[in-house]
């Protein structure tokens, strides 16, 4: 793991993972930093009260400032006294109070697990039942969307993030014109296998 110098007005922290916005790469979406805890939080502080931080990563010294959305920062104590916190928008967390219903992020560093988070997420986000069987086609859905997916920038670290923010009643008739098509990864899910002793039927 390589740790970056990560610096506000006299303190430093050691920052091991850090993502931002593709188009504007001075904004944090994601960062994992270590320290004394005293320096940790006030790294923190200053990048979310908008004073700004600064970082030194192999390609020089870049200056670092929020989003204007709501983030959450996690803390803990390490056994060796010093502290490490990750900072993400509150919009990565289910079920979160956030207005924006209709946009999410996630951040992994498991490749073949984001598109489950992707599901896990639109699952909580929409009235309609979505099935599990369809989250490939979900995940090419909103890639052919404009603006409804983003791969975020990495600077630091192995972790990669996406952004999604769709329309709700958009999404809804793009799956009734794949059920209206009979679009082999939609309906696959309805498919008969077979019947118990009552005669009923088993979907899948």
Aim: hydrophobic letters at 35%; a negative charge.
């Amino acid at each position: 793991m390589k740790l970056y110098p990560v610096m506000a007005t006299g303190i430093r922290a050691y920052c091991s993972d850090l993502i931002v916005d593709p188009e504007d790469t001075d904004t944090v979406y994601f960062m994992s930093i270590c320290g004394y805890q005293a320096t940790v939080k006030g790294i923190i502080a200053n990048l979310l009260e908008n004073y700004g931080i600064s970082i030194e990563l192999e390609r020089g010294e870049s200056y670092l400032v929020r989003s204007n959305f709501g983030y959450k920062a996690q803390i803990k104590k390490l056994p060796s006294g010093l502290a490490h916190a990750i900072l993400y928008p509150i919009l990565t967390l289910p079920k979160n109070s956030e207005e924006e219903q209709n946009r999410f992020f996630i951040f992994t560093d498991t490749n073949g697990e984001k598109r489950e988070l992707f599901f896990r997420h639109l699952d909580e986000k929409v009235e309609i039942p979505l099935h599990p069987s369809w989250t490939k086609w979900l995940w090419h859905l909103f890639e052919d969307q404009h603006g409804w997916l983003a791969e975020l920038e990495t600077l630091a670290g192995s972790y990669r993030g996406y952004s999604f923010r769709f329309h709700p009643k958009k999404l809804q008739d793009l799956i009734s014109e794949a059920f209206k098509n009979k679009t082999p990864e939609i309906i696959e899910c309805m498919k008969w296998n077979g019947g118990d002793e009552n005669g009923k039927r088993h979907l899948a």
